[in-house]
């Protein structure tokens, strides 16, 4: 046993199980029928299964120690069907709302409770829409879960007097280690569909062996129905709005087929008149059938738009998601090809497109022929509008599963290769336009439609509808520039693809391969040449210049094995920021001078406006905060000179605000006493000693007098903080001023040893290789350019910023990055939980694995230390620790480009 606990601790920290990564209750029942794959020594020695009690299999959504006596059966039935109605509720992973945050506050103090919880059970872990007095904390494993005994329980109030006397609870993680659980009751949150969703519980970790009083459990019962009534009034809101989307979109898609349906009366009346077909042409003929193809294609998109609306495919959580085995029917390829081929023959394009099917395509396949469509055509038409010298080549194969490539073959092949786990239809789109700059990579597959720059690059809503359908199929997509092809794997591209380093990019979706007929899969014709047509120099013959060919591929399977042709490098367009990103500006300097900030927090929109004023008057920048959450969160992120903090406040007050600040601060921050001046209209002498208390370092009356500002500013304590600030400011520009001159010293040694390569005749790949810049990816929970943004640029680091962990994990799925920085402090879901979701995927999906990846989070985070992090930084950023670490990862970037080019020109 001894052993076998080292082993669990020892095992690295595995994601829980959620509703939200499945798409059906098909898929649901097939995951709840599963084993859970890593049970812990808790849940194996005592997972109760209904029917076969003292079994070894367990499952992470089964209730370990269940009394059968007081609970009602588990059953993969009845939690497949509650599953559905919670993921309908549209609110597991969202972020904190203040209507619940005021509930749980609420109840604490009537209860005189430490914790108060909005708990929803999911497969394997407890979310927390809203948990007073557990901090950042959001979710915990559903094997410890108190509130899961309680949706099973018989009884409408669910309470633990004394968990050490309970046999179920005495061994239970979250008694025996924090928040140490001594007292528990908790309220079932009954939806209108009948299912218990979680429970609005209250938890001590002092014993209460009376339990609770009829009053009390009333009280709960009764904030318990506030909390579900909420829930149903969001979701709701939530349904409004998604459906509102889904009724423009049908309502224009049904004024379209009134149109359409002309057009394709008047073309039909066309082609049934014999005495004009007898003297049309064959390429007359093919025009008019190529109008009859387009029309029928755009019929079926605004019959599926209608259908969506009704509710044949159902919407949830912003995105369209279908059970892939419904929405699958037969799609024979070759059609389909032959479809894109008379479709975009007549879409204006500047350079030929040239299509390659390979021979281990099959011919039929079980999937979403519109979907695919749709996918191929926006990705063309994306290329056919930037791309102007060159070609554009659609390459459609199969990638066989990863355990069909040798080891060797593994090793050789770069980070963006993704290693499916089953074989896939993967299919490609390259072309030889200017490519992407690193900074748009953001915006890519998401819809930009207020970005008037969206119109015009990479970013509109073409590739946003790739992202929803392949999503829907359960597949992967993504891009990657051409020029990785020799940047990241110079010896296999010269053997194979025989083309030097060029501009453009490859824009790449798979979906998984299911065939009719297992069995015998229907191939096609034997590599037998489907259409050829050679390419013309002038613009308008390219506009007819596509060949459909099929050739052997490459023993390795690569996503961009394709023949390609180097094109000169174009210029890229700026495009303006989208509001969750901002690229980096190398004309902005380091102010060498700080500016004095305040922090307002109070609830009062007129006192907030008054004071930022008079603050403003005095050259101060000015930070507000609109209750206590909040303002504690800014709190943690920046030193201020001054503080000035409400008594009362919604969601935490200025005492709470002030006792955990200062606990963090103690902890975080221990070289710098951060001035906080409370305020209050009605706080009397014993409330102004219980701030004072509490960490406050003065108390003021409001409303405060504007000329009493400016005393404020100018007391011996703003000023000895101003000095320190001041201080540690200089450092910190020091510090990036001194990492710019490295880094323009190690760029001008490095064009140094260019012109040396160049001299001795090398091929432009060293040039190309040598010059290329590092990429950093910075998410912050935060839209100004912070200092450690400042620093990285100044390193010479090309970086990209977004906000939230949803763009963080599209970005790592993307590329490999030079180093990434990640804030635990993000809206939805922390960064640490971003970060296991990311290592899960890697682990699955892509073959090297993502270095370099930094947790900004408090050490006390226990979350942040095991999310497979390669390391952490504290808040606020110590620049000189930042520095030291930019630095470092320069050095691997560049040694390892060196090593590459070394190889490159010896083989």
Avoid at 222 to 229: H, I, S, Y
Avoid at 414 to 428: H, I, N, Q, R, W
């Amino acid at each position: 046993m001894a052993e076998e606990a080292q082993l669990a601790e020892e095992a690295p920290p595995t994601r829980a199980r959620t509703v939200l990564d499945y798409d059906s209750p098909s898929a649901v029942e097939s995951a709840l029928s599963e084993p859970n794959p890593n049970p812990s020594l808790y849940q194996m020695n005592s997972c109760v299964i209904s029917g076969n009690i003292g079994a070894s299999i367990c499952r992470d959504w089964q209730t370990p120690h269940l009394d059968p006596n007081t609970s009602e059966p588990e059953s993969i039935e009845n939690e497949v069907a509650r599953l559905t109605v919670l993921k309908e509720y549209l609110i597991l992973d969202s972020d904190r709302e203040e209507k619940f945050e005021r509930i749980t506050a609420l109840a604490s103090r009537i209860f005189d409770m430490p914790i108060c919880l909005v708990s929803l059970v999911d497969i394997g872990r407890q979310w927390f829409m809203s948990a007073t007095g557990l901090g950042d904390v959001r979710e915990t494993s559903r094997e410890v879960s108190f509130c899961s005994h309680a949706i099973l329980s018989e009884k409408d109030v669910f309470i633990v007097p004394e968990t050490f006397d309970d046999p179920r609870f005495v061994n239970n993680g979250l008694v025996t280690g924090p928040p140490f659980i001594r007292f528990y009751a908790g309220v079932p949150l009954k939806s209108p569909e009948g299912y218990k969703l979680g429970t609005f519980c209250i938890i001590d970790s002092k014993p209460k062996p009376e339990g609770l009083s009829l009053n009390e459990k009333q009280n709960l019962r009764e904030l318990a129905d506030m909390v579900m009534d909420a829930m149903v009034s969001r979701k709701k809101e939530m349904e409004q709005l998604r459906d509102e989307k889904t009724r423009l979109i049908a309502c224009a898609a049904h004024d379209l087929l009134t149109p359409l349906t002309g057009i394709q009366l008047n073309l039909g009346l066309l082609m049934e008149d014999k005495t004009l077909t007898d003297k049309l042409d064959s390429h007359q003929k093919e025009l008019i059938d190529t109008s009859v193809k387009c029309s029928e294609m755009i019929e079926r998109i605004c019959f599926q738009a209608i259908e969506n609306f009704r509710g044949d495919l159902v919407v949830r959580g912003g995105q369209s998601e279908s059970s892939t085995k419904e929405g699958e029917r037969p799609v024979n390829i070759d059609e389909l090809v032959d479809n894109l081929n008379r479709v975009v023959s007549t879409f204006p394009k500047k350079v030929p497109l040239y299509i390659e099917k390979e021979g281990n395509v099959p011919t039929t396949i079980l999937s979403d022929e519109l979907k695919l469509y749709r996918s191929i055509m926006n990705y063309l038409t994306n290329a056919f509008k930037h791309t102007n010298s060159g070609s554009i080549r659609l390459h459609i194969y199969v990638r066989k599963a990863s355990g069909s490539i040798t080891d060797i073959e593994l090793d050789r092949l770069p980070g963006t290769f993704v290693a499916p786990k089953s074989d896939v239809l993967v299919v490609e789109v390259h072309d030889t336009g200017p490519g992407i700059d690193l900074d748009k990579y953001t915006t890519l597959f998401t819809p930009n439609h207020n970005d008037e720059s969206a119109r015009r690059t990479h970013s509109g809503i073409g590739l946003y509808s790739v992202a929803t359908a392949i999503d829907s199929l359960g597949g992967e997509y993504g891009v990657f520039p051409r020029q990785d092809l020799t940047a990241t794997l110079p010896s296999l591209a010269s053997t194979l693809l025989k083309v030097p380093a060029a501009s453009g990019s490859v824009f790449w979706f798979s979906v998984p391969l299911h065939l009719p007929n297992v069995g015998s899969p229907a191939r096609s014709n034997g590599g037998e040449e489907l259409k050829q047509k050679k390419p013309a120099a002038d613009v308008t013959a390219a506009n007819e210049a596509t060949r459909i060919a099929e050739r052997k591929r490459p023993s390795i399977a690569r996503s961009f094995t394709s023949q390609t042709e180097a094109m000169e490098e174009e210029p890229v367009k700026k495009r303006e920021k989208s509001p969750d990103y901002e690229g980096s500006e190398e004309n902005e300097e380091v102010s060498a001078e700080r500016t004095k900030k305040v922090l307002i927090i109070d609830d009062s929109l007129t006192i907030r406006k008054a004071l930022s004023r008079g603050f403003s008057r005095l050259g101060f920048t000015v930070d507000e905060a609109e209750n206590g959450m909040e303002g504690l969160k800014k709190l943690k992120t920046t030193e201020y000179d001054l503080v000035l903090l409400d008594f009362l406040m919604p969601v935490l007050d200025g005492v709470d605000v002030a006792k955990k600040f200062r606990r963090w601060e103690k902890e975080r921050r221990p070289w710098f006493h951060q001035f906080i001046i409370g305020m209050s209209a009605h706080a009397n002498g014993k409330e102004a000693e219980l701030g004072i208390k509490s960490g406050m370092d003065r108390f003021m009356g409001k409303p405060i007098p504007l000329k009493s500002l400016k005393d404020l500013a100018e007391c011996k304590t703003v000023l000895e903080a101003s000095t320190l600030l001041d201080a540690r400011h200089k450092q910190s520009v020091s510090v990036i001023l001194d990492a710019a001159d490295r880094m323009e010293r190690l760029t001008s040694d490095d064009e140094k040893s260019k012109s040396s390569v160049s001299s001795h005749g090398h091929s432009s790949f060293s040039d190309t290789l040598l010059s290329a810049k590092s990429s950093c990816l910075i998410v912050e929970n935060t839209s100004e350019r912070s200092m450690l943004r400042q620093m990285a640029e100044k390193s010479g680091w090309k970086v990209v910023a977004v906000r939230g962990g949803e763009h963080a994990i599209r970005l790592l799925k993307m590329r490999n990055w030079g180093i990434v920085f990640i804030d635990n402090e993000l809206p939805l879901f922390s960064g640490s939980s971003c970060i296991v979701r990311f290592r899960a995927w890697e682990k699955c999906s892509r073959v090297v694995r993502q270095k370099n990846i930094f947790l900004i989070a408090d050490t006390h985070d226990p979350n942040a230390l095991q999310s497979g992090v390669d390391g952490t930084l504290g808040k606020p950023v110590d620049p000189i620790h930042l520095h030291r670490l930019l630095e470092k990862a320069s050095k691997e970037e560049f040694q390892c480009s060196r090593e590459i080019l070394l190889q490159g020109r010896s083989e």
